[in-house]
């Protein structure tokens, strides 16, 4: 995994929910893969040896594939030896006291391409070791040693040492690769009792717990339309794909109206927080999972995948999913593997007549540019060498390429002929006609704060035909670049029958006067989802209670409640204390506050966004001699952090120490150059410190990148109207004015 997928990793407010599904009822048993294998054969023999059977093993001379015969492995001047000691084995390496200890290896992690291997640490902690073995043949490259951070020099300390919290198998992987997992930790003892029913994928983690299942089939499979399931994955039963020979794509024969198979593999299959424990087969994946949008850093503008996503939130993209297609539509649902090979498994849906045909692919048979895949499906290496594929099953657009920067499938093979090239390629492929709209554009001007991204983000959140993971996408775009058109929006918006549009729109509600944010996002406390409702406890916290109508003031207190239990759910992470802090500060209970800052930095000394929050709480109190010690600290222990740098640089200008002031914004700027706030800052300080051009040069680079941020453009007319430029302060105001337009 790379910095940046764990940079990305934060828990969103709300982001950890007890599961109360089934309150008060028996909850059904797990009874373990054997208990089904005895009935369902067939399946059992199918997904013996598949990835989610090899998902965790014992370590035996069988499931260790790496190199322990005495091998070493060096990097940043640690020498790491893989070793057999009788039936154990061993790896030498550097422990968290930065010595050279033996651990023993626990668990085997994986099998292809790659294999890892989880070591203990106190605290029932297992440590997903990070020189990981390259399961691939020799020929490919493989039978190695590799570091999974080459580019990175770690050490005990960082997150991302092996002994880090972002390699910690209890919080960050245990949930996908065991059955009914329960984390067990207890943070008065800070420690670990992780529990599971099944030590790898098995039966009961897609078809939920089987007690009733083996109770039904034994009293003779009667009497239960249900036969004992939490729930039935039938959704393909009876439906069929009946060949359109106009289009040469075929139709699923009746709708499909339900989600229930494709939110089992979204359990797993995508990038989220886990809000709940307890996620079985018929239960609501937003329940339990918060999903990640296509963010910047995690998708492309476009929403093509871009770190690690695990497939779902591409998949969501995709006109197969709006077609009723599901996972098991073309992949085996216990083997995990698509049920033909290459362009055979698309020819299942897709007439060959028409597109396995160089009318359609313009390709040479037999290439890769031939292949479906590689035009709709490109893949990209994660983990050094684990490639995948993108589910969003896109058509290859270089003309979005030259217009916003978003790679295209072309490009993997004709790098030199650019993108322009392809784009003319394919125009003259499809004479008279011209690429559909997409809603990249929003997306992009969004990041951006481009001119007229309110419009565009408008257009594509209220577009029916964009699919709801990019609609919310957009809204949650909206906060950096409202204007006119967003108080509409918001009056819509909570009201979306996506719940994850819903969601998205909660991040409007703080732009709102109290009393309109509880009239407008108010409602969502009552909200189906518990996702949706937490996060708006969270957005309505600090709103008088006055505000509130008394039908919502009961349901605002039972979320409120929530949110603060999942909090201490996921109290081994410091992002759920600092969730808990800020909902606290903004209810004004500043005590309850207070330790729950001081919770989220013991348990994490390096993590900065806990210093720079609580800094923020301090200075509010007046105590601004102990908030500038907190971002001193940050700054030490995460000199890379470009929000404790400039909130540093901030704490210094109120001091009347601009000389030391400005190098911490300069580097905050220079780290988070997407940042407008911090170019803008940086600017203003520049020109309040006498240094004019290069307050100039500032902005005008700061305003490059966010052509529509309205701070950085009043700026730049004020400054240049103060200098007498007359020629400047007109130009800045255009692009003001514009603006609005």
């Keep these: 995994m790379t910095r940046r ?18 309150a008060g009822q028996a909850e059904p048993a797990f009874v373990g893969t054997e208990a089904c294998a005895g009935c369902h054969a067939k399946a059992a023999a199918a997904w013996k040896g598949s990835h989610h059977d090899l ?46 200890a033996d651990f023993e290896v626990k668990y085997v992690f994986g099998v292809a391409p790659l294999q890892q291997y989880l070591l203990a640490l106190p605290g029932g902690r297992l440590q997903a070791f990070t020189v990981a073995w390259d399961s691939r043949p020799k020929a490919q490259g493989g039978q190695r040693w590799f570091d999974l951070y080459p580019k ?20 960050m992987c245990a949930d996908c690769h065991s059955t009914n997992l329960a984390k067990g930790y207890d943070a008065a003892k800070d420690a670990y009792a992780t529990t599971w029913s099944s030590l790898n994928v098995g039966c009961e983690a897609c078809h939920g717990p089987g007690a009733d299942h083996v109770a039904w089939a034994k009293a003779g ?42 939110e089992v593999c979204a359990q797993c299959h995508s990038r989220r927080a886990q809000i709940a424990e307890g996620y079985h087969a018929g239960r609501r994946f937003l329940d339990h999972y918060r999903p990640s949008l296509l963010e910047a850093g995690l998708y492309e503008a476009d929403g093509q995948q871009l770190d690690e996503v695990y497939k779902w939130g591409s998949f969501l993209q995709s006109r197969m999913h709006a077609a009723g297609v599901t996972c098991t539509d073309c992949h085996d649902a216990h083997s995990g593997k698509t049920y033909a090979p290459a362009n055979a498994v698309c020819a299942r849906c897709h007439l060959p007549a028409k597109f396995d045909d160089t009318k359609h692919h313009f390709h040479k048979p037999g290439t890769k540019g031939a292949e479906c895949a590689s035009c709709h499906m490109p893949a990209r290496l994660y983990m050094v060498v684990d490639a995948r594929r993108d589910h969003s099953f896109r058509v290859p657009r270089p003309d979005l390429t030259v217009k916003l920067g978003t790679p295209n499938a072309c490009g993997d093979c004709h790098r030199r002929e650019g993108a322009r090239w392809a784009a003319e390629a394919i125009a003259k492929w499809r004479p008279g006609t011209s690429p559909p709209a997409h809603y990249a554009g929003a997306i992009a001007a969004g990041r951006a704060q481009a001119p007229g991204a309110e419009r565009l983000i408008a257009e594509a959140a209220t ?38 549009v819903r969601l998205a729109s909660l991040g409007i509600a703080p732009l709102a006067p109290p009393r309109v944010r509880v009239e407008t996002f108010g409602p969502l406390l009552t909200d189906p989802i518990r996702v949706v409702r937490m996060a708006a406890a969270s957005a309505l916290a600090g709103v008088p209670r006055a505000a509130f109508p008394p039908h919502l003031l009961s349901a605002f207190d039972t979320a409120l409640a929530e949110f603060r239990a999942t909090q201490r759910y996921n109290a081994d992470r410091p992002e759920a204390w600092l ?42 109190l007046g105590r601004d001699d102990e908030a500038q010690a907190e971002l001193r600290e940050a700054v030490k222990r995460a000199p890379a952090n470009a929000d404790a740098r400039h909130a540093l640089g901030l704490a210094l200008v109120r001091k009347g120490q601009r000389g030391a002031a400005l190098p911490e914004l300069e580097r905050a700027a220079r780290l988070a150059p997407a940042n407008a706030r911090f170019g803008y800052v940086l600017g203003v300080a520049l020109h309040d410190a006498g240094r004019k051009a290069d307050a100039k040069r500032a902005l005008e680079d700061a305003q490059r990148r966010h052509p529509g941020n309205r701070d950085i453009l009043n700026a730049l007319m004020a400054y240049a109207i103060e200098d007498g430029d007359a020629s400047a302060a007109a130009k800045w105001r255009a692009k003001l004015e514009a603006l609005d337009r």
């Design 5 to 22: 997928l764990f940079a990305a990793l934060r828990f969103a407010l709300g982001a950890a929910a007890l599961c109360l599904a089934g």
């Design 55 to 100: 998902a965790m093993q014992e370590p035996s001379p069988a499931t260790v594939l790496g190199d322990f015969s005495g091998a070493a492995f060096r990097k940043d001047g640690v020498t790491t030896t893989f070793t057999r000691q009788g039936e154990r084995f061993v790896i030498r390496t550097e422990g968290p006291d930065r010595k050279l």
């Design 152 to 171: 990175e020099k770690l050490r005990p300390g960082d997150e991302l040492h092996w002994t880090g919290r972002q390699n910690n198998w209890n919080f």
């Design 221 to 262: 499979a009667r009497g239960d339309a249900h036969k004992g399931l939490t729930v039935l994955l039938d959704e393909r039963k009876g439906a069929s794909w009946i060949p359109d020979a106009a289009t040469g794509i075929a139709k699923r024969s009746t709708p499909r109206t339900t989600s229930r198979e494709v």
């Design 463 to 500: 577009r029916a035909e964009v699919p709801g993971i990019a609609r919310a996408t957009a809204v949650s775009l909206l906060p950096a670049v409202a204007g006119r058109e967003t108080p509409q929006l918001a009056r819509r918006l909570p009201a979306d029958a996506d719940a994850l």
């Design 579 to 620: 969730n808990l802090a800020g909902l606290e500060a903004r209810l004004g209970n500043a005590q309850e506050a207070r330790r729950a800052y001081d919770a989220a930095i013991r348990r994490a000394p390096d993590f900065a966004p806990a210093r720079v929050a609580l800094a923020d709480f301090l200075r509010e």
